[in-house]
């Protein structure tokens, strides 16, 4: 293995001031490694208000290894980072935060996993600096429960930082689909991989973009679009109520016929109605979500549009 190129994939909204000290520390590390001879380093601006752009336009101008990849607005994260790896040309590809939260040391354990025929080496954070003890806990319960769900084996503690194989990069390009889960759809691909420990940092600069209202309806479209099991939840769960009620019903005659009066007065009889009613709305909405899925999917609109394209020839 000689020769090959190495992608850095690094979405960005509106991080100026982290843009600059993580190009010089990737610099410091891409001419060390091994394998990979040469790198891009592929911008991805997902219509970042402040000055970003302008920061990697001038840092392509400066040196033609930097690929600039520009929305029209803002897209969104998956988006941007699905973007940067269906434009990578790379053997393999990193993909890693623009907000230096993700070490660049990591690429030399990376490499070593590629070396070895590893196609998906990822980081898994053994401790994360600075996060809120709120997002800690929910996370910590999001990746059994989208495991448990989903059946797909995602590992705890990962985000996107990670390397995927050439292999891997053209498999996720087949995927039609638009529902984007990027990290759910590297571990589904069912690929070697190998987890790296990394201390997550704390950020360089500004505030994280995912907000707690962010983050729920990220992991809620995620479980949906991976997974069927919710409805089959509710199945069971309506199954279970009808088996009840039946029951009871079933009781209530045969007592009524023996000439007791089971049940009196209103209040139970209400609390039966509103717990009857919040379940269906319940189930309502896990429906309308999976219908919502299905609008978005049908429409066939793209999950992106790039506005500029700079250093790809
Ligand atoms: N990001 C993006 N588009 C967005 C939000 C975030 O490209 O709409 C980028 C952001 O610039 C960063 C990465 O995605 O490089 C991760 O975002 P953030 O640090 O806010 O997430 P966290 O690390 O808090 O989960
Ligand atoms: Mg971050």
């Not at 993909?95 to 690429?107: N, S």
């Not at 954070?125 to 709120?134: A, C, Y």
């Not at 000439?259 to 039966?272: H, I, K, Q």
Request: hydrophobic fraction near 45%.
């Amino acid at each position: 293995m000689k020769d090959l190129l190495l992608s850095i994939v690094i979405p960005l909204f509106n991080e100026e001031e982290n843009i600059g000290p993580l190009y010089e520390e990737l610099l410091q590390i891409l001419p060390k490694l091994n394998v990979f001879s040469t790198y891009e380093i592929v911008f991805v601006n997902d219509g970042s208000k402040d000055t970003s752009l302008d920061i990697v336009k001038k840092l392509a101008h400066q040196n033609t290894h930097v690929k600039v990849l520009s929305f029209t607005r803002n897209f969104g994260h998956e988006s941007a980072t699905y973007a940067g790896i269906i434009n990578a040309t790379g053997d393999a590809v990193v993909l890693m935060d623009a907000d230096r939260q993700d070490p660049p040391t990591l690429i030399f354990e990376f490499e070593k996993a590629y070396q070895e025929g590893i196609d998906i080496a990822y980081g898994q954070r053994t401790k994360r600096l600075q996060e809120s003890w709120v997002k800690k806990c929910t996370s910590k319960m999001f990746y059994p429960l989208f495991k448990f769900i989903t059946n797909i084996d995602m590992p705890r503690d990962v985000g996107d930082f990670c390397l995927l194989s050439r292999k891997a990069v053209d498999m996720i390009k087949q995927l039609p689909e638009r529902a984007l889960f990027v990290r759910g759809l590297i571990y589904w691909l069912g690929l070697p991989k190998r987890a790296i420990p990394f201390v997550r940092r704390e950020r360089g600069a500004g505030t994280t973009k995912y907000n707690y209202r962010k983050l729920t309806i990220f992991a809620l479209e995620n479980i949906i679009s991976f997974s069927t099991v919710p409805i089959y939840w509710l199945l069971f769960f309506s199954l279970g109520i009808i088996t009840l009620c039946g029951g009871g019903i079933v009781v209530a005659l045969i007592m009524r016929l023996c000439g007791y009066v089971v049940m009196s007065g209103w209040t139970s009889l209400m609390m039966c109605m509103l717990f009857l009613s919040a379940t269906i709305l319940f189930a309502l909405s896990i429906i309308g979500l999976y219908i919502g899925k299905i609008f978005q999917e049908i429409k066939e609109r793209p999950i992106f549009l790039v506005d500029e394209k700079i250093n790809f020839n």
